[in-house]
């Protein structure tokens, strides 16, 4: 069932679209790379060299906005299609986090190689997670860099596709040639499986690094996921309306210049803004208003008919708590009710730093409610029920009929993680952690030999050239 909830309207949406052109025009961004403010002062953008500072013609941002594909699909490592689309949801597990909660103490600790491998094998084996992703780096890696090690154990244990947030540009190298790797086996003419992330510096700046890994990602036609993250009241106006004439800016300035470098490069509209508590100088991941603002670039999106991610599943609590399962049920309720395609993610505790396979579970299982109270009811003949009335009369019982037989099972959710035992059942959390160790025992490795074998070389052969 499809429901009707928007945060903005079609007159509150172009008010904000021209203030971002203006602030586009007017104020530009800063570029903080001469060679590519060179190029796109070659492809007619306005560019103060000496101030590193582009502006964007309107009618360049409409043309980007024009050629920016509208709809396109990725694929898993099977060669299973998945359109990227209004009301086609993706979830994902988080990823990148730090840290570990540790079931068995019942604190926060780094995250190791194993915690990583656990928690892909995990969403390896759960069919609602569509996206895998490198969900806490391995702290004991060998490599200076553990997010080589993170990506290469997702593309050993997962065929699924991935989400990549390339810190530089030899990660951004990296990933792009292990999916290679990891697609050996599949035809050359596959399409991509990787969306890799990619932010501007709020307000209004592209760095250095992140110009290069645009650059690189752009050209080879990977699909690029822009996603302003700025924090209302520190790197964007406290407003929430302000702030997304901010985000909705600086989006376009980036997919303006993500099409000048090759057109028709995918880019998805992205967004993971949020207000500061300015009693404590940070962002506050679970505040509702953040829901509000993240579902006001859907609309946006929506109305330029552009695939969009809003982020959903991220929040302050440190622990598995009710603080955690409140922040997570209003934004995973609100961006099924908006029809959202990507951003919902799992597993997420501590401002995004920390994960817990025991969290996974439990969002999946918030994610499942969440779904099933959307999906409405089916109102035909059958489920109806007048026949079934009949036969059981007054005073009867629906138990042992062929009707009750017909529909139990399909008609409502029937969770194995709520507690329906009373004082003598276990919690959720409990009853989660031992669904982590039910779904690993039995889940079968599906990457072939050959490619973890093929993926360690490359690792190796990789570390040592950024190395030497």
Not at 220 to 229: A, D, F, H, Q, Y
């Amino acid at each position: 069932m499809r429901y009707d909830y928007h945060i903005l309207d079609e007159n509150e949406i172009m008010r904000i679209h021209e203030l971002s052109l203006r602030v586009l025009s007017n104020l530009g961004m800063k570029v903080q790379d001469d060679n590519l403010c060179a190029i796109l002062a070659r492809k007619g953008l306005p560019v103060d060299g000496k101030q590193q500072l582009v502006r964007f013609p309107t009618d360049m941002v409409d043309a980007a906005i024009a050629t920016a594909p509208k709809r396109f699909s990725m694929f898993d490592h099977k060669g299973n299609e998945f359109p990227i689309e209004t009301g086609h949801e993706l979830p994902a597990v988080y990823s990148n986090a730090l840290k570990i909660w540790d079931w068995q103490t019942g604190a926060v600790r780094s995250s190791t190689s194993e915690d990583l491998v656990r928690c892909v094998r995990l969403a390896e084996a759960i069919p609602d997670v569509k996206i895998n992703n490198p969900v806490c780096l391995p702290g004991d890696s060998a490599e200076a860099d553990p997010v080589l090690r993170a990506a290469c154990i997702v593309l050993q244990h997962s065929t699924k596709m991935m989400g990549a947030a390339p810190h530089n540009l030899a990660e951004a190298v990296f990933w792009e040639e292990a999916e290679a790797i990891a697609q050996q086996d599949l035809p050359s003419s596959r399409g991509p499986s990787i969306n890799y992330g990619i932010s501007p510096d709020n307000p209004l700046q592209i760095n250095a690094t992140v110009s290069e890994i645009l650059q690189y990602l752009a050209v080879r036609n990977c699909v690029l996921l822009i996603s302003s993250c700025p924090i209302a009241g520190g790197t964007s106006p406290v407003t929430m309306a302000g702030t997304t004439v901010q985000t909705h800016a600086e989006f376009l300035g980036m997919l303006t210049i993500a099409q000048l470098l090759r057109e028709g490069v995918p880019c998805i509209y992205g967004g993971s803004a949020g207000p500061m508590d300015l009693r404590a100088g940070q962002l506050c991941y679970g505040a509702p208003e953040r829901n509000t603002m993240l579902c006001a670039n859907i609309d946006i999106a929506r109305h330029f008919g552009l695939p969009h991610f809003s982020s959903a599943g991220s929040v302050d609590s440190a622990l598995p708590d009710f603080q955690a399962g409140q922040s997570k049920a209003l934004a995973y309720l609100s961006r099924l009710m908006m029809g959202t395609s990507l951003g919902i993610s799992f597993g997420c505790l501590l401002t995004g730093s920390t994960v817990a396979p025991e969290q996974i579970i439990l969002d999946v299982e918030a994610y499942r409610a969440a779904k099933a109270m959307l999906k409405g009811m089916t109102v035909d003949d059958d489920h109806l029920g007048y026949e079934a009335i009949r036969r059981v009369g007054p005073a009867g019982s629906f138990l042992e009929d062929e009707h009750t037989m017909s529909f139990m099972r399909s008609e409502y959710y029937l969770s194995n993680v709520i507690n329906h035992d009373g004082e003598r059942g276990k919690s959720m959390l409990d009853r989660a952690h031992d669904q982590v160790h039910e779904i690993l025992e039995r889940h079968q490795p599906t990457v072939s030999e050959k490619v973890q074998n093929d993926l360690d070389v490359f690792l190796g052969d990789y570390s040592r050239t950024v190395a030497g």
